[in-house]
């Protein structure tokens, strides 16, 4: 069946939510260096949708990971949490590892939300009532990982009620195989999987 990218990524009803591509994560200040290789065709792809969006009148999120000096409020309960902890360039609040990558412009009109806890940007974090407060109804997932957060933000956001789409060639993830797996097998059966041309053209961008 035909995907009616048109009608299930109104910008009356959609938001871009982008996760984690900050310099520490994916810039260059990253501690993940092979996230962050795979992720580097990804971030313009990023930039154009953001710029869409914005023309479109689609609320662009940016959602960042961040972690206290002292950790407290976060969690060490994951072999990737501990790993972070330790890394010698770590997410401070304020940082420049912090900061979204300078690919990817934060424009006065977004919003960013930033959480301290956890591997989703939804659980525990404003992202679910800021969404409902603007009236989204379809969530547009960017970033990174496919590994991870991605694949958490679009079970997350199913599970809320929304419907999630996410376009192939702006997210990142490592291995590149395990990255078509998790296409294939799990994610291609809780969100539309499409091509950041498909919505730039459904935004009025043009292909």
Known sequence: MPIDLLRLADPRH????????QRGVVGDLSQLPELAENARDALPRIAALAA????????????????RADGKGANANARIFQYM???????????????????VPVHDADLVLPRLHGLSPFQGTELDFVLRNLGVRTVVGVGVSVNVAI?????????AGYQVVIPRDAVAGFPRAYVDAVFAHTLGAVATLVESDDLLATWGAGA
Do not use: M, W, Y
């Open 14 to 21: 959609s938001a871009l939510v982008t996760q984690e591509i």
């Open 52 to 67: 869409a969006a914005r023309a479109a009148g689609v609320p662009v999120i940016h959602c960042t990971a961040e972690r």
């Open 85 to 103: 902890a330790k890394a010698p360039v770590k997410l401070l609040p304020g940082s420049d590892a912090a900061q979204i990558v300078p690919e």
């Open 151 to 159: 694949t958490n933000l679009a079970f997350d956001a199913v599970n």
